[in-house]
């Protein structure tokens, strides 16, 4: 076995690297997004404590900008142009998203399958 792709869950982590010690441990977008948001909602936590602009925010940061309400919009455009942490990390992700992003894999896959 060469490639194993896995939760980031050390459980996991720590059974692969026993069973399959030469295996190349790779963590899948979706774990990973969900680990960085994660991130985020903690961030968001500590310091909704003393911002009152960031209460009812975790939706309006965890959600795709696409299937916001309009509330959660307004919230959200709020926050991400403020100086708080949760925006920062909130950029983060966003940027770390954008890498799966550089390249069309539909677009990719048709060209290399179809004709």
Known sequence: MNTVSMDIWQTYINSVKNKFPN??????KY??????????????RREV?????LINSRYSLLKNEENM?????QKF???KSSN??????????ENFRSLFECCNEEKVAKELFVN
């Open 23 to 28: 295996a190349e441990i790779v963590h899948d």
């Open 31 to 44: 774990h990973l997004i969900t680990y960085l948001n994660k991130s985020i909602d903690q961030v968001r």
């Open 49 to 53: 404590e003393d911002n009152d602009e």
């Open 69 to 73: 309400t309009e509330k959660q919009r």
């Open 77 to 79: 455009e709020l926050i």
């Open 84 to 93: 708080f942490e949760v925006s920062k990390v909130w950029h983060i992700r």
